[in-house]
């Protein structure tokens, strides 16, 4: 079992940056394939970027593609977003999810693990 913790949401103008993390528990976190999700007031939670275990492999977004980047560091069980030029309609709760399968989803059903989730308001 992994458990998640987002970490380094807050206010952000548009056009800044900011870096959110995830840290998480046991030994197997390197084992799984993990991805950012976020949701919007009314709105369903939708994918923004997804990493395969061994880093190789990542999958944006549309919306997010060549801004937003992912990345973890298997040695210290860390999962990173990386946003750059975020906009007010990034604004948004984000999430942390875990996945046993290789395949990167786009859906939140493909993820078995979640975080509690971090704010994320962007400014204009």
Known sequence: QVQL???????????????????????TFSSYTMAWFRQAPGKEREFVAGISWSG????????????????????KNTLYLQMSSPKPE????????????????????????WGQGTQVTVSS
Not at 56 to 75: E, H, L, M, P, Q
Not at 90 to 113: H, L, N, Q
């Open 56 to 75: 190789g492999r990542t999958s944006y977004a549309d919306s997010v593609k060549g801004r937003f980047t992912i990345s973890r560091d298997n040695a």
């Open 5 to 27: 913790v987002e970490s380094g949401g807050g206010l952000v103008q548009a056009g800044g940056s900011l870096r959110l993390s995830c840290a998480a528990s046991g030994r």
């Open 90 to 113: 990034d604004t948004a709760v984000y999430y942390c999810a875990g996945g046993r399968g290789s395949r990167i989803s786009d859906y939140p059903r493909g993820y078995d693990y």
